[in-house]
Nanobody, 120 residues
Framework: QVRLVESGGGLVQAGGSLRLSCVGS????????MGWYRQAPGKQRELVAT???????SHLDSVKGRFTISRDNAKKLVYLQMNSLKPEDTGVYYC??????????????WGQGTQVTVSS
């Protein structure tokens, strides 16, 4: 059984910061790409940032310069540092990872989501 668990969401004023964390647990042999998605009310889920296993990153244009994705491979963690938050960053943030299990089965996994609310 593989699990991804996010933490760090909350309510913050515009201009503030939050740091999201996501940890993998269970029968994990290897983790390839990890990423953060978000879904605002009434909108489709969108990709915010990704990071490869060797640290290559990509960020959504609207968050470049404000958000930074990073990871700790030994601890099976991925982070999203969010600075200069705007009300339009509000949504549920989901962690995603491309994982090979100890049974050598490769699948895409999702966390349960963490709410980020930015007030104006």
């Amino acid at each position: 059984q593989v699990r991804l668990v996010e933490s760090g969401g909350g309510l913050v004023q515009a201009g503030g910061s939050l740091r999201l964390s996501c940890v993998g647990s269970g029968s994990i042999f290897r983790i390839y790409d990890m990423g953060w998605y978000r879904q605002a009310p009434g909108k489709q889920r969108e990709l915010v940032a990704t990071i490869s296993s060797d640290g290559i990153t990509s960020h959504l244009d609207s968050v470049k310069g404000r958000f930074t994705i990073s990871r700790d491979n030994a601890k099976k963690l991925v982070y999203l540092q969010m600075n200069s938050l705007k009300p339009e960053d509000t949504g549920v943030y989901y962690c995603n990872a491309d994982i090979v299990t100890n049974q050598f089965v490769r699948n895409d996994y999702w966390g349960q989501g963490t709410q980020v609310t930015v007030s104006s």
